[in-house]
């Protein structure tokens, strides 16, 4: 599967996932998760299917680096979003320690794919030149 289909499909999984959780939020009137919500969404959908759209106007082969980085957003989504969930729901101190360092890694991992995506355009904006 090319690299942009691959961005498109976990985008859209997560999308569906933050729309789904906006619904339950609206109908159960908890707004808790709100924050949860919204990174699904614009750190899944949106910047993932910016990511995609890169890769399929680019027209290139990806290379390893595209998939480090894709594969480490892909990984950083859930956790950072997941222990941002569990984090808000709880007021457990044992399970608040537990889950604020998966929760913190996610949002590193995150942060790390996007500067290696601004690697990734530089580079091909250096060889473009």
């Known amino acids: 599967m090319r690299m942009s289909s691959v961005c498109f499909v ?3 999984l997560c999308v569906i996932v933050g729309m789904c959780l906006g619904i339950w939020m609206g109908v159960s009137e908890d707004h808790t998760l709100g924050p949860v919500h ?3 969404n614009v750190i899944g959908w949106v910047s993932l299917a910016i990511i995609g759209l890169y890769h399929r ?3 290139r082969a ?4 595209d998939r480090v980085q894709a594969a480490a957003l ?4 859930p956790a950072f979003a997941g222990g941002l969930g569990v984090f808000l729901s709880t007021s457990n101190p044992m399970v608040e320690r537990i889950v604020f360092p998966i929760g913190l890694a996610g ?3 995150c942060l790390g794919a996007m ?3 601004l690697v990734i355009v530089l580079r091909d ?3 473009a030149a």
């Open 38 to 40: 919204a990174h699904l």
């Open 10 to 12: 976990y985008a859209t």
């Open 62 to 65: 990806a290379t390893t680096l």
């Open 74 to 77: 892909m990984l950083g989504v």
């Open 107 to 109: 949002t590193f991992l």
């Open 125 to 127: 904006g250096r060889k």
């Open 115 to 117: 500067v290696l995506f």
């Open 57 to 59: 106007g680019s027209g």
